[in-house]
């Protein structure tokens, strides 16, 4: 397949001035290969035809590339990456950061493994565990369709740096997830820094990408097990 030729009319970035190198291009096409592959074997995601993976997961992604563009920012997690939304793609475009790519499931880590190898990411470190299970903190922690604002706070709040951000990339029920925060927020001492809304084009379906910064250090009982923050969120 010519990726030039396939994907000429599927780089919805290049017109909101997302410049991504060529290399990054054809590496991002290489994945999307890699992901139609595993998911004959495998249910990695429930999208993988071109258009699908290139509008609603690459650029997806990418809608937070600006902010992570910036030179301040060294280290990047994304909690329960799954197929590598947003942790790969944003590796893959950004290679100048690193990115933890943490995800309990190991499967899913065993593929991930087999695209930092094939495309040669020197920037991408895979963690096979909970994010509750981590003591180490990010300048930003990311997250993507993992679960509900007030326990994904619990899950991605404690691991990122004192004045640090947390990106929660979320559907059109964001801002009412947010809404429902406030309590989480507060615990966990930090505040909303902005809220992004977009639309994707072609659906034109709404996504709400939420800023929020780490006012100061977590009090120690956060993160709680799994089982309490699913069953009580804050």
């Known amino acids: 397949m010519d990726f030039i030729k396939e994907t000429e009319n599927l780089n919805f970035w290049k017109n909101k001035n997302i410049n991504i190198t060529n290399e990054s291009e054809k590496k991002l096409f290489e994945y999307f ?12 995601t429930g999208i993988d035809d071109l258009e699908g993976v290139y509008l609603k997961h690459f650029f997806d992604s990418l ?14 997690a994304d909690v329960g990456s799954g197929a590598g939304f947003p ?18 499931l190991k499967k899913r880590c ?3 493994e087999e695209v930092k190898d094939a495309l040669n990411l020197k920037n991408v470190i895979i963690i096979n565990d909970r994010s509750e299970n981590i003591n180490q903190k990010f ?3 990311t997250s993507r369709a993992v679960a509900n604002l007030s326990i994904l706070l619990e899950l991605c709040i404690p691991i990122t740096k004192v004045n640090g951000t947390c990106i929660a990339m979320k559907g059109s029920n964001g801002k009412l997830e947010l809404e429902n925060s406030k309590n989480a927020i507060s615990k966990l001492d930090s ?8 639309i994707l084009p ?13 006012e100061k250090e977590t009090n120690k009982k956060y993160p709680r097990n799994f089982s309490q923050i699913k069953n009580k969120p804050l």
């Open 63 to 76: 809608t937070i590339f600006k902010f992570l563009s910036d030179e301040k920012i060294e280290t990047v």
């Open 202 to 214: 072609v659906e034109e379906s709404n996504r709400t990408n939420i800023y929020f910064k780490k």
């Open 87 to 104: 942790g790969m793609v944003l590796a893959i475009c950004l290679p100048e950061k690193t990115f933890y790519l943490i995800e309990p």
């Open 110 to 112: 065993l593929f991930l």
């Open 139 to 141: 300048d930003v922690v």
């Open 33 to 44: 290969i890699l992901i139609r592959e595993k998911n004959k074997v495998m249910n990695l």
């Open 191 to 198: 505040s909303v820094l902005k809220i992004e809304d977009l």
